[in-house]
Every structure is written in C-alpha cells, then in structure tokens.
C-alpha cells in the first residue's frame, strides 16, 4: 500500500521568509496530492492541492511542485506571516480510488 | 453550525464503558470517514462510508464499530478500549467517496481512555 513520508516535522521561520515541506510517496498509481493546514485546536482544511497531469501549481504565498519521476511533492509558502503558523498535511491518493494516506505533518512556527 | 459536526467534543471512558460519537454533515455530501489523530502519528483512516455503505475497513479493531444510517450521519460506536486508542477522532465528509475529492472535517472529538 501506499507510504507517505513528510519532513521536516517541525519548522520555524521569520516572518517574511519562504517556507518548504516535503513530502515522498511510495505507490507509483497515486495521482492527487492534498495538502491539508490544521491550526491549533481547529479542524484541518484543504489549502491547496494537485493532481498528476500538472507539475506545479500556485494561489497566491502557496505553491505545491510534484516531481512524478521521484516521487516526491513540496509545498512552499513565501512571505510568511504568523498567521501561517499551524500543523500541515500532505496526503496521497489515486483520486478514483477512497483513501487518503496522510504524512506525518510539520508544524510551522513563524515569529514576527 | 453548518458543514461538518461533531458530538461529544470531549469525552472520557474507563475500559469497560460504551460510548458512541456521532457526527453529522450538513453538505449534502454521499461520503463519511472517520480518522484517528494521535499525537506525532499521520491521521489514519479508519473506515469509509459512500452512499451508506463501508467501503473501507482500514484494519480497525472490533472495539471501534462504526454506523452510518444515512448520508447524512455517522457514529462510531466504542466498547472496551483501551489507553493507547486515546486520540482526536475525526469525521470528513466529501461529494463522492474518492480519494480526489475535497474532505471536510469536523471539530473531533477528544477521547481519553482511563
């Protein structure tokens, strides 16, 4: 079955820096790759997401890049803020299929 | 509250209780998970529902039994659980029950097992 690896777990950031997570998937037929932001004490929600038939995609600070060759997808934020500071998720799956398989998650602390 | 809801918000049992959770989605979704969030653990599946029907059994113990009488709710039932099944249980809904389908989570419940 599917393994999903995250890292790092933990990150802390200045305010107005970029921030990368990462994250490594085992099952070659996986081809939706979620990324989840849980704040402290709140539920996780979607933030952005990507599918295999594109390698990059962007809404505004956040970008996800998936490399299929490796295996591996990234989640990048820029110009931080506090209010990105939370718990984040990747996940991978095949989008026709019903489970999600979920990393570890990083938690990302950004002072100001 | 809309979207996804989630009752009790905290709930503690000794070994020997039963309890159930119960989650409802107010989305007009066909599809019902329900998760385990253990501290430095990924969230792991448990089970999936689409359309009321299990579709997922994500190897859980028979101490957690889950119900879903309509799309529209979801339980999970627990009998004789044991300390290490402290965790936040969480339910999702989505529009369908595929992996690529936005999930939306309710607030959890906290679960303490004395």
């Known amino acids: 079955g599917e393994n999903v690896e995250q890292h790092p777990s933990t990150l802390s950031v200045q305010e107005g820096d970029s921030a990368v997570i990462k994250c490594t998937y085992s099952d070659s037929a996986s081809n939706y790759f ?8 709140k539920r996780p929600q979607l933030i952005i997401d990507i599918r295999s038939n594109v390698g990059e995609k962007k809404d505004q600070r956040i970008a996800v890049t998936l490399n299929k060759t490796a295996k591996h997808f990234s989640l990048h934020i820029t110009e931080t803020q506090p209010e990105d500071s939370a718990v984040y998720f990747c996940a991978a799956g095949d989008q026709a299929g019903t489970a999600l398989i979920f990393g570890k998650g990083t938690t990302l602390s950004v002072s100001s | 509250e809309t979207g996804v809801t989630q009752t009790p918000r905290h709930l503690v049992m000794g070994m020997t209780n039963k309890k159930s959770l119960k989650c409802e989605q107010h989305l007009g979704h066909n599809a019902m998970y329900w998760y385990k969030q253990s501290a430095k653990k990924p969230l792991e599946l448990m089970f999936v529902y689409n359309f009321k029907e299990q579709t997922e059994n994500n190897s859980v113990p028979s101490r957690f ?18 300390p290490e099944d402290s965790a936040l249980y969480l339910c999702a809904s989505s529009q369908e029950g595929l992996a690529g389908d936005e999930q939306f989570f309710g607030p959890g419940t906290r679960l303490t097992v004395l």
């Open chain 1, 34 to 41: 979620p990324w989840y932001k849980q704040e402290l004490g």
């Open chain 2, 65 to 82: 039994s889950p119900e879903c009488p309509n799309s529209s709710h979801l339980f999970l039932h627990l009998h004789t659980l044991q």
